[in-house]
């Protein structure tokens, strides 16, 4: 009787180890998955603001504020205007 109740001992414990064993691939494959999924989802996110920056800045360009802007920076000064910045010679 003690030595049956101890041979069903081992061949459960057996049963627990090869379960554990046979489940550690997948979790692997799971883990790296994960990371994986993770780092590209940081990357989609990086990227789209980053469109959407450059949608504001294409909006803002398109608009009449900031197509004044650049002709100015570009150094545009109107008829009726007198430069601020003039240069002394």
Excluded: F
Excluded at 16 to 25: D, E, H, K, Q, R
């Amino acid at each position: 009787m003690r030595r049956k109740q101890w041979i069903n001992g081992l061949i459960i414990l057996w049963a627990v180890a090869s379960g554990v064993a046979i489940t550690m691939g997948p979790w692997r494959v799971y883990g790296k998955q994960k990371v994986q999924s993770e780092q590209r989802i940081r990357e989609m996110n990086a990227a789209e603001a980053h469109g959407i920056k450059l949608l504001e800045a294409e909006d803002r360009a398109q608009s009449s504020i900031g197509r004044e802007e650049a002709v100015r920076k570009a150094g545009y000064v109107g008829s009726s205007e007198i430069p601020s910045n003039l240069d002394k010679k």
